[in-house]
């Protein structure tokens, strides 16, 4: 193993990275406010200490040498690591404790993220990382400390409990429904409908939970998570089923429209899964009460 007066310093190899992004020893003292020969200095003894060459010198500029380019991504790899690591340790020193939530994007994005601040200024010494994923979730014995998950509705998942039933509701937006407006039922033959591809079978339930006789018009692109199809709503593509707790703010602002109040249970829940030792944590009781009040 190297000793430490024999690895480059931080500084050389920040002048490294600077001298290859620009491949220009005035631009990079310029990016990193020393002069051009301070520069030349730090590379010129990184070199020494390499003993091999990180660039080539030539009349009409400089460019990297082969070693020069093999040594770049490991360096910069390594650099970002130790910043991230520092940054994270700072972060951590303000809180007791870090919860680890895994949801799908759509629930994130579109209820979750909105209203996390409230679970912050409730408890400020838990910061909560959000991560995303979607599918049955094969081993909850990882880093994250709570996993939800929306599933076909069942009496029994290991490890999971029930937060709610997933209602949908059919959204417009106002321009789609100025243009060919949704006064009867009937007036849904006129629409075209964003396929899911997740859950290619809601359409389907959809005709038969209101007795739709009508050939459904289908939008040429299928979405696959919520927050797609929401965003293609605010597009004017066509209608869509979407979650009633994701989209009942932007309905009450009416900036999203339920014509004819049209709703649907589908057959999934939304459920909250947490590893048997991690169940009487501090962190994940207090969550799971709230998001469990939340959606309440």
Excluded at 203 to 208: L, P, R, S
Aim: charged share 20%; glycine share 4%.
């Amino acid at each position: 193993m190297l000793n430490m007066q024999e690895l480059p310093s931080i500084r050389a190899l920040r002048t490294f990275i600077a001298v290859a992004n620009h491949l220009s020893f005035s631009k990079a003292a310029k990016e990193l406010s020393v002069t051009q020969g301070a520069v030349s200095k730090q590379i010129s003894h990184l070199e020494q200490q390499l003993g091999q060459p990180l660039f080539e010198r030539h009349l009409n500029g400089i460019r990297l040498s082969s070693v020069g380019l093999r040594y770049l991504p490991q360096i910069a790899e390594t650099l970002e690591a130790l910043q991230n690591a520092t940054a994270s340790l700072r972060q951590l020193d303000q809180v007791d404790e870090v919860l680890t939530v895994n949801v799908t994007p759509s629930f994130a994005s579109l209820w979750l993220i909105p209203l996390i601040n409230r679970f912050a200024e409730a408890f400020p010494n838990i910061q909560v990382q959000l991560k995303t994923g979607d599918g049955p979730v094969q081993d909850i014995s990882n880093e994250n400390d709570i996993v939800i998950r929306c599933l076909p509705l069942a009496k029994y998942y290991e490890n999971a409990t029930l937060l709610c039933r997933e209602n949908l509701r059919l959204v417009a937006s106002a321009e789609l429904l100025r243009k060919t407006p949704i006064r009867h039922s009937d007036d849904l033959a006129k629409h075209v409908f964003l396929p899911q591809v997740t859950r290619p079978q809601l359409w389907e339930q959809f005709k038969t939970h209101h007795d739709i006789e009508f050939p459904m018009a289908f939008y040429g692109v299928g979405f696959e998570h919520f927050y797609m199809s929401l965003a293609a709503v605010e597009c004017q593509q066509g209608l869509a089923l979407l979650p009633d707790f994701m989209v009942e703010g932007l309905i009450a602002k009416r900036e999203l429209f339920n014509p004819l109040n049209i709703t649907m249970e589908s057959h999934y829940g939304y459920y909250i899964i947490v590893p048997n030792y991690k169940r009487h944590a501090r962190k994940v009781c207090v969550f799971n009460q709230w998001i469990g009040e939340m959606l309440s």
